[in-house]
């Protein structure tokens, strides 16, 4: 249990970490269980986790295998959202007037987005789904959403 922290490192397997308030989270993790409350940076590589973020201000940084991660806010403000991602589930409740740019890939899996605010162009095909563009309305956002998945579901939306 950490109440507050800056700039925190965690490397750890088969652990529960709970964070009240922090800014910046840098992991290396397996089998473990993450929830926190307000963040900043998340940056984690990890397996078999299950991670709960309760707000996420500036940036997402994921590489997953077997794991969940769910985030309950994201402002319209924030830098990046980067996923890689294999046999895992993302909810991440991007706020409803946010505007960002979309490149994502799945193979036997989803990408899930506010359709009637999107800009994008959609190849789905062999079970495989490419979608680039943007969504919301600036033509030019600066925010960046990556995703890389398979087998599993991205969504993009509250």
């Given at each position: 249990n950490i109440t507050d922290?800056?700039?925190?490192v965690v490397v750890s397997k088969?652990?529960?970490v709970y964070i009240t308030r922090g800014t910046s989270l840098v992991g290396d993790s397996k089998y473990d269980t993450y929830e926190t409350?307000?963040?900043n940076n998340l940056v984690l590589t990890t397996a078999y986790s299950n991670i709960k973020v309760e707000r996420l201000g500036n940036k997402l940084q994921v590489e997953s295998k077997y794991t969940d991660v769910n985030v309950g806010s994201i402002p319209a403000g924030f830098e990046s959202i980067r996923i890689n991602s294999s046999y895992g589930n993302y909810r991440l409740n991007v706020a409803?007037?946010?505007t960002y740019r979309l490149d994502g890939y799945a193979r036997y899996g989803n990408i899930e987005y506010p359709e009637g605010?999107?800009?994008v162009n959609r190849f789905s095909e062999n079970n495989e789904l490419k979608v680039n563009g943007t969504i919301g309305s600036d033509s030019n956002p600066t925010?960046?959403?990556n995703v890389?998945?398979?087998y599993g579901t991205v969504r993009l939306i509250p």
């Open positions: 922290s800056k700039a925190l088969y652990s529960k409350g307000p963040l409803p007037e946010a605010r999107a800009r925010p960046q959403v890389n998945l398979s």
